[in-house]
């Protein structure tokens, strides 16, 4: 009894450490794999060394921008569907059940019928806008009547709002298909396109939703033991509730603004965190920002080998990653059991 309750704190500086590398590895791979691939010395003197040279070129202005990108979409993906699984209570929850991918592609959407075309970059603020409404009218509808905004009430306000506001977007499309070629390419869930000065804007938000994460972890811990218990305690349930969700909105938000609707992320790699680390959430989402990323920077280098002419978006790449795992968790269970 007493070894089973311990496995897991032995074994969590372990995972954080082997994460750590495993990150570092895909950094790297992701600097210097590509349909150019790169000597380590031109990645170095790029970086480090800038000479001017073509190679460092690419590497500066196209790599290293969608490399950070990569792991700023991933970290906050991968916390913000930890905090919703813990919010919820359902280890099968992603970040896209508030809202969050819908209403951030409805305003994009807007944005092109009203604006009509911009930069990639342009589309961000409509993204991360349409996000927090969305996610904030969940919340606002979950908590209308009598009933308070149980996990359960923000499950189906964000199910409902999230049929609704894909059913606009489809039919905008429909009416003008030509037009709403332009946003193909956030929707499209690539890591293209972004600099660094788009990413500079959103990681500040990005940042603060950490920050949410890292200090609702303990309480959170708290409310897993039943809310009559956690309230007994000392803890408020309904003030972690609405940090947890303006962490969400803060995290998958900017993700979903920076690289589209990135599915899988935010639903995988807690599970896998959390089978490392046990049921702690302060080190389930430290394992977690660490890991997150390694998935999406893999997925994307990954994506620049598969055709020999262009390459496949990472979201879709994560998505063919996702869908067997998604298979065996529903099949198995076994990380939310561990």
């Known amino acids: 009894m007493t070894a089973t309750l311990t496995r897991p704190a032995t074994r969590r500086p372990l995972g954080v450490a082997l994460g750590l590398a495993a990150l570092a590895g895909s950094i ?14 031109t990645v170095w003197n790029a970086l480090f060394q800038h000479t001017g040279a073509y190679d460092e070129v690419i590497v500066r202005e196209t790599r290293l ?17 930890g905090l919703i699984q813990a919010l919820t209570r359902n280890p099968l929850a992603d970040p896209g ?27 961000v ?24 905004a149980t996990p359960g009430r923000l499950v189906l306000s964000g199910m409902a709002l999230s049929a609704v506001l894909n059913g606009i977007v489809l039919s905008l499309v429909l009416i003008d298909e030509q037009t709403f070629e332009r946003m193909r390419h956030w929707a499209s869930t690539a890591l293209t396109g972004t600099d660094l000065g788009t990413l500079g804007t959103v990681t500040p938000f990005l940042l603060a939703g950490l920050v949410i994460a890292a200090v609702v972890a303990k309480p959170l811990d708290v409310i897993a033991l039943g809310e009559e218990l956690a309230g007994a305690l000392g803890s408020n349930p309904a003030v972690v509730r609405t940090a947890v969700i303006g962490a969400v909105t803060l995290l998958a938000g900017g993700a979903t603004a920076l690289a ?70 529903v099949r198995g269970r076994k990380a939310s059991a561990a």
């Open 28 to 41: 790297w791979a992701s600097l210097v794999i590509g349909w150019a691939d790169l000597p380590v010395e």
């Open 97 to 123: 059940i508030l809202g969050v991918n819908a209403g951030a592609a409805f305003f994009v959407a807007l944005s092109v019928a009203l604006v009509g075309g911009m930069a990639a970059s342009g589309y």
């Open 125 to 148: 603020w409509f993204a991360f806008l349409g996000a927090l409404l969305a996610t904030v009218a969940v919340y606002v509808i979950a908590a209308a009547g009598r009933e308070r």
């Open 260 to 329: 589209g609707p990135v599915v899988f992320v935010g639903l995988m790699v807690p599970h896998v965190a959390r089978w490392i680390t046990g049921p702690d959430h302060r080190w389930m989402f430290a394992l977690t920002a660490v890991l997150a990323p390694v998935l999406v920077l893999w997925a994307d280098t990954l994506g620049r080998l598969v055709l020999s002419t262009g390459e496949v978006p990472m979201g879709v790449v994560v998505a063919f990653l996702g869908a067997p795992v998604l298979i065996a968790m």
């Open 65 to 81: 921008p969608r490399t950070l990108t990569g792991i700023a979409v991933g970290a906050a993906l991968g916390v913000a569907g």
